[in-house]
Each structure stands twice: as C-alpha cells, then as structure tokens.
C-alpha cells in the first residue's frame, strides 16, 4: 500500500524564486450571521438534489470577491554548528538564510478588513501582504491572534467597503452536498473548484498541539497548495469550510482535501477579536474512539459514544460522576459517535458554560451536568499571556495548570513564534517547554527571559519536547 502524506497546503518560494511544495513537518466583530444556541453563523438551506450549472456560477460569484491572496516573507537565520555543513545548504558561515517567500489564501469577513486563514500561511512572516480579488489592491496586514490547537489565524487590514463573506452552518452540511472550493492554488489567484462533501468529523492527525481540536470536512472538490486558508463554499456561496489540507502522495490534489468546519471558525474568530485569545473550555477528561479490543472488553455491539480514558483528579468530570472507563454518548442531546466528534462540540463552548452529558457504565445510561474550565482550572475568561523577547528572537507563555499537572512539573513556558534571535541559535523547536534553567525553576515569564537576556558562559536548559518527550540543552553563551 503506497504512504499517504498529509500536506498543508501553503506554496513556498526560495531566494530565487524558486518553488516548493511545503509539507509536514471586545469590541464586537460582526459577521453577517443569526445566532442559535451560543454559536454564530447564517442558516444554510439545503435544496435538495436538484442541481443546474446556475448554481455553482451563483455560488462562484458570492464567494470568489471575498477570497484573498496572501503573499509572506520571512527573514530567518538559522544556525549550525558546522559552517562547512552550513554552506552545502545555501548559507553564508555567519548562518544568515536570504528571506523566505511564500503565499495562500484568505476569507475577507467583515468590509472593515477582518481576514481569516490557515496559522501555517502566516506563522513566522515578518511581512504580510494581502492582495484583493475584485480590484487587486494590496494591503499591509498584521496578526490580531492564532490558534495553533485548530491552525487558524486571523489578520486585519486597515480599509473598508471590503466584499465579505456570508456564513454558513457546517453542523446542517450534508454528506454527498455540492460544494466548491475558492483560492489561489501554485499562486494562480481566483480558482475555483466543485466536488462533494465526502465526510464529515474526520481527524488526520496534522495539529502539532497539546490540545488539537480536528474534525475536518473532507471533499473531493480539488484542492492544491496556495488554497490554504481558501474558502469552501456551499451552493449559495456561503462559507462552510477553509481550506487546510490535502492526503497525497505527490504534493499536489489526489482527490482528498481537508475543511476546518466554519462553526468553529466562527467560535475562534469572535475569540481573538473580543480576548486576544481562544476562550477554550475543558472537561477535565480525556477521552478516545472505541476500537476493538474497548469494544470486545466492554462488550459493545454498535461502537457509538467514546470511552473514557482519564479523568482529572477535582476536575469537572470528576465532580459530575464521570469516572474513567464510562463511555459518553451525548454532549447537550447531541450524539457523540467519535473523538473528533466530541473535540469539535466541546470547541464551540467556553470556559464557564454549563453542558449536559449522557453516559452508561455498566450498560444503564446515566445523565450529567458539568461546568467547563479553562486551561487555568477556573472559569474566568482569560487574557492573552504570551510575552515576546526580540533578542532572544521567540514568544514565551506559561502553560496552563492542566497541562502542568498532565505532565507532572511545577512550572514551564512554552516557546513559539521563533525568528532570528539566540533561541533559533540554540537549536530549541518550536513547541518546546522549558522547565528549568541551571537546575532552577523560574515562577515568571518575564525572569526566566531576563536570565536567558542576560546569561553568560556554560547554560543548561531542560524541557519537554512537543512530543512528550524530555531533554536538556547545553550551550555556552558569550
């Protein structure tokens, strides 16, 4: 059987212009939505299966204005410890990298310059230009947030009279419904694209994050790198997805493509605009897919609900009755048939709402109710809390109280957003969480960057990977 690759769907170019194919490694916002149970987005009715070329031509002229093309560049420094091996990889002995160009798509939201697209179409960018499709004008953008837990970001243009999109509702999408596919695939700007929803809570396991929400619309509808942050759109050209991925064994459309569904977009970009950050609530339990062996030990017979996996000491679960080894089979009335499933009707919730769950243990179905943390074990709304250090080149936030706890330490800042600085020089990922310096654990974000500012001769650094795993840097600083 031949290895799918999962591509995120950016389109990158070299210092000579070369391209390539990037693969894996409140002030009150307004869209043009009705609101239904805490969630904002329009109402989509279905027409059935009747279908005429009129329909995707009315469909290709509501949304074809409202998708932009971004253009990104990156000045990186990377540093080796070997120069020979640095200039076999066309760098100078200094380690300086010429600036890195690439590009995708955007949705414009609101005609006051609100922009929504993939994290990995803009993470890192120094500059970020925004193209428009209606009369090619381009702006200067900056990030308001992200959300690496869904890979979106959203940008902000200073204009106005933008054309915007209209919201769908991607709970009442249907399987085998008519879609299209909206962006700027090997930068050819504007194209569009028709398929069907194929399927629909899907995870593909691409969110390199603690907490990944994924549960994806899947389509045929052709997809190619440059339509990241694209729109997919229904028959009345109404946002329903964006674009994020593709299953290929080449790169380039293999007839899978991967959606983020927009109730969740919505959720996410009302967050960054009113907080500055996604408002997540936690159950205070981890839960997974029912696959065999749960269902021959547990003796189940149709696989519907998730099971139970952990339950955290004091948390909601816990203080509702859940108990690890119980299987969930309802959020609020809803059906829950997977862990996508559930990770996405916990996404459109936050910190505070009060949900019912339905469970059976021991065969008799039990009801509950619970209250959603945040990442901090409360329910307060919470303020972004990452500080950016320009010397050391890097963004550094505490972690949550849930994840110190899940991962057994007292402190810990984990590290994102890393440029040109001494971070990128000490070869440390991104994602990676440090714990200690020199053996000591520092209980502010701002005095374990003042050490690392200003620490001279032999540094020790210990941490934790983003895979779990632990590890020590040593490095001598002048």
Request: no cysteine.
């Amino acid at each position: 059987m031949k290895k799918v690759t999962i591509v995120l769907l950016g389109f990158i170019g070299g210092i000579a212009g070369a391209l390539l194919i990037t693969q894996f490694q409140s002030k009150v916002l307004v869209l043009e939505t009705a609101s239904k149970a805490n969630q904002e987005y329009s109402t989509v009715n279905y027409k059935g299966n009747s279908l005429a070329s009129a329909d995707f031509v009315k469909a290709s002229q509501a949304s074809t204005h409202s998708v932009v093309f971004i253009k990104t560049l990156t000045n990186q420094r990377a540093y080796q410890q070997d120069p020979f091996f640095d200039f076999w990889n066309g760098m100078d002995f200094f380690g300086q990298r010429g600036p890195t160009a690439s590009s995708g798509s955007g949705v414009i939201l609101t005609s006051d310059g609100y922009i929504v697209t993939n994290l990995h179409v803009v993470k890192n960018a120094d500059q970020i230009e925004v193209i428009t499709n209606n009369n090619k004008q381009s702006y200067k953008a900056k990030v308001i947030g992200s959300d690496p837990s869904t890979d979106l970001a959203l940008l902000k243009i200073e204009a106005s009279n933008l054309p915007h999109i209209v919201l769908g509702n991607s709970d009442q999408l249907q399987v085998g419904e008519w879609v299209l596919a909206v962006g700027n695939p090997f930068n050819l700007t504007s194209t569009v694209t028709a398929g069907i929803v194929s399927a629909k809570g899907r995870n593909i396991n691409i969110v390199n994050n603690q907490f990944p929400i994924e549960s994806f619309i899947q389509t045929d509808a052709a997809i190619n790198p440059g339509n990241s942050g694209g729109a997919l759109v229904d028959l009345e050209g109404k946002l329903v997805g964006i674009n994020t991925a593709i299953a290929s064994n080449t790169g380039s459309y293999n007839g899978y493509g991967f959606a983020i569904p927009v109730n969740i977009v919505a959720k996410i970009v009302k967050d960054l605009v009113d907080y500055k950050e996604v408002q997540r609530g936690f159950t205070g339990m981890d839960v997974k897919d029912i696959d065999a062996a749960i269902a021959q030990r547990m003796k189940i017979t149709d696989n519907h609900g998730v099971y139970v996996d952990f339950v955290l000491p004091e948390g909601p679960a816990e203080k509702s009755g859940i108990r690890a080894g119980d299987l969930l089979i309802k959020i609020n009335d809803k059906d829950i048939d997977s862990k996508s499933n559930y990770d996405e009707q916990i996404a459109y919730l936050r910190p505070g709402d009060k949900i019912k769950m339905t469970y059976l243990r021991n065969g008799k179905e039990e009801l509950t109710t619970l209250s959603l943390i945040n990442k901090e074990g409360n329910t307060a709304i919470l303020k972004k809390g990452t500080i950016s250090s320009e010397s050391l080149g890097a963004d550094f936030q505490p972690i949550s109280k849930i994840e110190k706890d899940k991962l057994g330490i007292k402190t810990g800042y984990r590290v994102s957003n890393i440029r040109q600085g001494k971070i990128a020089g000490m070869g440390i990922q991104e994602g990676f969480i440090i714990t200690a310096i020199n053996r000591k654990e520092y209980e502010t974000a701002e005095a374990l960057i003042k050490i690392l500012e200003t620490a001279k001769g032999q540094v020790s650094l210990e941490g934790i990977f983003p895979n779990g795993g632990r590890g020590v840097f040593s490095f001598y600083m002048y």
